[in-house]
């Protein structure tokens, strides 16, 4: 069979540690999954999870010790970020229970979940997608992929952002409100998850407008460090 065009690069992310490539099938994000966040953006209480997505090619991979540079993306003037642990799948299922959910994850990661919000604050008023707030080119940066094998289950642990130095957020992974096994049951029951699916699980409160220079670093116990520069 020929293509009628050339083949784009697939996406990928490293893995921490090896010179492997982690290969991205889709990428899913858990909105309003910590608390404070969910107040911050006008939610209350343990709502029942909901998801959007990213395109795959929507990754920004970024070395470990190296600094990606996320251009700052056209139609915004407020582009804001949003520190996520990544969870990555590594077994394909659908209707996964909590209980065997460990057994589907690969690895986990530090993710950004980059936001045009002056484009999703329309698109909501408007009741529209939220697509072009939430999945234009290079809105996901991320960290390298630690092995499941040698992170364990991660159920807790310091989630951190800074700009510049500044502290933005802070959290704890035990804040969740959905954990990650909780989250791959629900979501598992509306998509059949495969390997290299990455799901990003939601961001802690203090999210806030970045601009062109901005140094971002953001750190997860055991897994490092994110640092990005919008340029």
Known sequence: MQYALPLHSPAAVPVAGTDELFPVHRIYCVGRNYAEHAKEMGGTGREAPFFFMKPADAVLPVASGGVGEMPYPPMTRDLQHEIELVVAIGKDGQNICAADAMQHVWGYAIGLDMTRRDLQGEAKKLGRPWCTGKGFDHS??????????????????????????????????????????????HLSKYYALQSGDLIFTGTPAGVGAVAVGDLLVGTIDRLGELRVRIV
Do not use: C, K
């Open 140 to 185: 996901a940066p991320i960290a390298p992929i630690h092995r499941f094998t040698e992170t364990g289950p991660i159920n807790g642990g310091a989630i951190a952002l800074t700009v510049n130095g500044t502290p933005r957020q802070e959290g704890d992974i035990a804040q969740l409100i959905w954990s990650v096994a909780e989250t791959i049951e």
